[in-house]
Structures are given as C-alpha cells and as structure tokens.
T-cell receptor, first 115, second 111 residues
Framework: AQTVTQSQPEMSVQEAETVTLSCTYD???????LFWYKQPPSRQMILVIR??????QNATENRFSVNFQKAAKSFSLKISDSQLGDAAMYFC????????????FGTGTSLTVIP | DVKVTQSSRYLVKRTGEKVFLECVQD?????MFWYRQDPGLGLRLIYF???????EKGDIPEGYSVSREKKERFSLILESASTNQTSMYLC??????????FGQGTRLTVV
C-alpha cells in the first residue's frame, strides 16, 4: 500500500510570514492525485489544494501553493502571509486511481500561528 | 451549498450497545468513506463504498459494518460498542477522481 509521511508533527509561524509543510509519499504508480487538507479546531476537514501527478505545473490557491517534485515523491505546502485563521492540523493525502480509489493520509502537522 | 452531513456531532453510548452513525451527501457522489481519527494515528479507513449496496473493507474493519441502500446515504454500524471504539468518526464522499469532501465528524464516547 502507498504510504504518506509528514515528518513535522508540529510547526509554528509568525503572523504574515511564510511557512512550508513537508510531505513525502511512496508509490510505484505514475498516475495519482495529491491533496492538502486543513482541519481547524472546529474539526471539519476542508480541502486546501490539489495536484494531479500528470501536471508539471505546481498548483496554487491564493496564499497556498505546492512544490510538487514527482521524481523525489515530495509534495510540500507553502502558506504565504500566514494568518491566525491558518492555525489548524494539516493533512497530506494521496489518492490512487488503481487501488480501489482509496485515499492515504499522513499523520498530520499541527500549525500554530503566532500573533 | 453542497455538503456531507453526519447525523450527530456527539454521541455517548454504553458498552455492548449497537450504534448507528449516519451520513448523507447531496452531491450525487459515487464513492463514500468512513474514517476513524485518533491523535497521533491520523485517519484510518474503516470501510468505503463505490456504489449502492457495494462495500469494501478498509484498514480497520473489525468490529464495524456498513450499509449503503441508497446512493446518498452511508451508515456505519458498531455491532457491539466497546471502549476502544471511542474516537472521532469522519464520513466523506467523492467523485471517481475528485477530492474527498468531509462531514463535520462525530465524536463517539463508549462508556
């Protein structure tokens, strides 16, 4: 099975600064999807950004962008101009179109934003 | 506004009870999932369904069963609740190649 690793259990960032959360994954597939999810203390998990493996261009959504390195199997999330509302648990996820469409999640990174 | 709705945010049940967790989505998604979330363990897949009346075991199906009689509804059943099933349960749905969309979660405590 595919594995997803988030090596940073906790991170902190000063408000208005930039932070990068790391994610690596292990797969032998060439076609797959990657996602970052955010789970604020209110608990609902929401989608932050997605990346299709066949696309070379890194995805961007407002202040959120990814650095997708397919050969290195790395998928980091960059948050620019950090805001207090960015404080949350962030999960990296891999979706395989082959193995029953399952999703594989990392164990999460808890982000604290310091005012 | 499209959504996934879980029937309860908090539940307290007694050991040995049969527990039903309900999940409904209004997006006509084919796939539906039940996850369990515990601190330090991330999300673990219990069961998923890719069509009505179809189900597949995930990583931790023991002690659970599911039902999908209608496309929009996916129920998780704890046949005989035990204290080690105290957890956060997340329901999600997706299209065939899309992202997961999650419900608000159900915090289940078994006493």
């Amino acid at each position: 099975a595919q594995t997803v690793t988030q090596s940073q259990p906790e991170m902190s960032v000063q408000e208005a600064e930039t932070v990068t959360l790391s994610c690596t994954y292990d797969t032998s597939e060439s076609d797959y999807y990657l996602f970052w999810y955010k789970q604020p203390p209110s608990r609902q998990m929401i989608l932050v950004i997605r990346q299709e493996a066949y696309k070379q261009q890194n995805a961007t959504e407002n202040r959120f962008s990814v650095n997708f390195q397919k050969a290195a199997k790395s998928f980091s999330l960059k948050i620019s101009d950090s805001q207090l509302g960015d404080a949350a648990m962030y999960f990296c996820a891999y979706r395989s179109p082959l193995t029953g469409n399952q999703f594989y999640f990392g164990t999460g990174t808890s982000l604290t934003v310091i005012p | 506004d499209v959504k996934v709705t879980q029937s309860s945010r908090y539940l307290v049940k007694r050991t040995g009870e049969k527990v039903f967790l309900e999940c409904v989505q209004d997006m006509d998604h084919e796939n539906m999932f039940w996850y369990r979330q515990d601190p330090g363990l991330g999300l673990r897949l219990i069961y998923f369904s890719y069509d009505v009346k179809m189900k597949e075991k995930g990583d931790i199906p023991e002690g659970y069963s599911v039902s999908r009689e209608k496309k929009e509804r996916f129920s998780l059943i704890l046949e005989s609740a035990s204290t080690n099933q105290t957890s956060m349960y997340l329901c999600a749905s997706s299209l065939l190649r899309g992202p997961l969309l999650f419900g608000q979660g159900t915090r289940l405590t078994v006493v």
